[in-house]
């Protein structure tokens, strides 16, 4: 029997199939056990709960249940893999302070755990060039500035990086002579 498997979008933690079973109730296997029976009018399948950073092999199987007349078969496998890159977010408490005033840096991120996802972050100040390495999860990090300051977090897993930028703006406050 020939069927059409349309696509697979994988995210972190889930793939969703669209599947064109020619009418046909189907079974979704994942790594060789049925993990959904469903019927022909439903054209999709979204298979949660999965591990990030992880190979699956799915094959659909129709018809499903059997039908007398028709012999079971599976499709080709389908290869899926849970790309994952980390998701952070990055900010700052203050956004503008005064001169020599002190704001935090203040990230947070999801899929990058230093040992499950092999993470790790750094905080560069774009404007002085220098680089401290973070803590992979989130944290937050005290700065004292004496001029506006651009940085950037530059969080990396198994899967990839991504770069993240936040900026403190440093207000110089007038000085008014007064004479006697």
Not at 83 to 92: A, T
Request: charged residues 20%; contains cysteine.
């Amino acid at each position: 029997e020939s069927w059409t498997q349309t696509s697979a979008t994988p995210s972190c933690e889930s793939v969703t199939f669209n599947v064109d079973s020619k009418g046909y109730n189907y079974a979704m296997v994942r790594d060789g056990a049925i993990v959904a029976e469903l019927p022909a009018s439903q054209g999709s399948f979204t298979d949660s709960q999965l591990t990030p950073h992880t190979n699956y092999v799915y094959k659909v199987r129709i018809p499903y249940p059997e039908v007398p007349e028709k012999e079971t078969s599976d499709s080709s496998p389908y290869n899926v893999y849970t790309k994952c890159l980390p998701q952070c977010g990055f900010g700052v408490g203050n956004k503008d302070v005064v001169k020599f005033g002190a704001t935090q840096l203040i990230w947070i991120c999801k899929y990058n755990n230093s040992v499950k996802d092999k993470g790790k972050c750094s905080i560069n100040n774009i404007t002085t060039e220098k680089e401290n390495s973070v803590l992979s999860t989130g944290g937050s990090m005290d700065v004292s500035l004496t001029k506006s300051t651009d940085y950037v977090l530059n969080c990396s897993n198994i899967d990839g990086a991504i770069n993240l930028p936040a900026s403190v703006n440093v207000l110089e406050p007038g000085i008014k002579e007064i004479k006697p």
